[in-house]
């Protein structure tokens, strides 16, 4: 199968693309590189240096001719969004619009969009939360993956383009650039310099984290079965920063104090996924406990700098 992979030279889309080509799917890339890195590309893939946006992006359907797409492109920091609002959604909505339209028109197969299990639930009272819990996003990155979910359904509705949307919880691992975020590749570049990373807040807020692979794991299946709709990606092991930093030091034999600052605007204080669905319809679970994960994420960023 020919398969489209927008953000695919980015640090969850790079996984997708390599996983997808050890398959023996052909791929095509399109990013423009702005979070994306050049050494994440995978050489077996065409690669088109362009941004979502752009009205070019229906040639490259025209020329390449995919039968799936995988959409990952994206602004993807959040206080960027709550900063600049409009240029986030000009990517993220019309962006993703843009995609939207061309799969429509171009005859997609199937869409698998990734989302944030993190982002469109906002604070929950229901911890692990499942996807009938209400979505509440205090960023608008959260409210703009929420539209382009919309958006999905909409389009399956009305034009019959199948899809699934998955929302992972907190993503972590190997090409994770510590500038543009992820709390584990900060933590592990402070770390590994011997330097103090700073915990905003009390340390007590929470996440779910799943590991790259697992969720690269959850978009192959859900390519390969015909379910439709959207499932959380994650452990539904709800884990502290402060817990997070600890196991961090613990594998890497460390011993170094965090500095603490006041929380930051729209930082949520839980966050956890119940993913019992995607058990249940894709046969999904992820694979890696935390410590799997981190230490093979330790281990890259020994041997890797951003």
């Known amino acids: 199968?020919?398969?489209?992979?927008?953000?695919?030279?980015?640090f969850i889309g790079s996984h997708f693309v390599d996983e997808l080509i050890e398959q023996g799917h052909q791929v095509v890339i399109v990013d423009n590189l702005s979070t994306g890195k050049r050494e994440n590309i995978n050489p077996n893939a065409k690669f088109y240096k362009l941004d979502i946006s752009d009205i070019r992006i229906s040639e490259v359907?025209?020329?390449?001719?995919?039968?799936?797409?995988?959409h990952l492109a994206a602004q993807i920091d959040i206080r960027k969004s709550i900063a600049d609002p409009i240029e986030d959604a000009k990517t993220n909505i019309l962006g993703g619009l843009n995609v939207l339209e061309n799969c429509k028109k171009f005859g997609i197969k199937k869409v698998i969009f990734i989302s944030s299990g993190g982002a469109v639930y906002g604070e929950t009272k229901i911890i692990p939360t499942s996807e009938n819990c209400s979505t509440s996003p205090n960023s608008p990155y959260g409210i703009a993956k929420l539209i382009t979910e919309k958006y999905l359904n909409y389009y399956y509705k009305n034009f019959g383009l199948p899809y699934v949307s998955l929302r992972p919880s907190n993503v972590y691992g190997s090409r994770q650039d510590p500038s543009v975020g992820g709390v584990v590749a900060i933590f592990c570049n402070k770390l590994l310099n011997n330097e103090q990373p700073i915990i905003y807040g009390d340390g007590k807020q929470t996440r779910d984290y799943v590991f790259v692979e697992d969720v690269v794991n959850a978009g192959i299946l859900a390519l390969e079965q015909d379910?439709?709709?959207?499932?959380?990606v994650g452990t539904a092991k709800e884990i502290s920063v402060d817990e997070l930093f600890q196991k961090l030091q613990e594998i890497m034999e460390l011993d170094i104090e965090p500095i603490y600052k006041p929380f930051r605007p729209s930082e949520q204080q839980r966050s956890c996924l119940d993913c019992s669905k995607i058990k249940k319809e894709l046969g999904w679970e992820a694979k890696h406990s935390l410590k799997q994960g981190l230490s093979k994420t330790i281990k890259w960023h020994k041997h890797n700098e951003y």
Do not use: Q, R, W, Y
Request: aromatic residues 12%.
């Open 61 to 70: 359907f025209k020329e390449e001719k995919p039968e799936a797409v995988f």
């Open 1 to 10: 199968m020919k398969i489209l992979v927008t953000g695919g030279a980015g």
């Open 227 to 232: 379910k439709i709709g959207i499932f959380n």
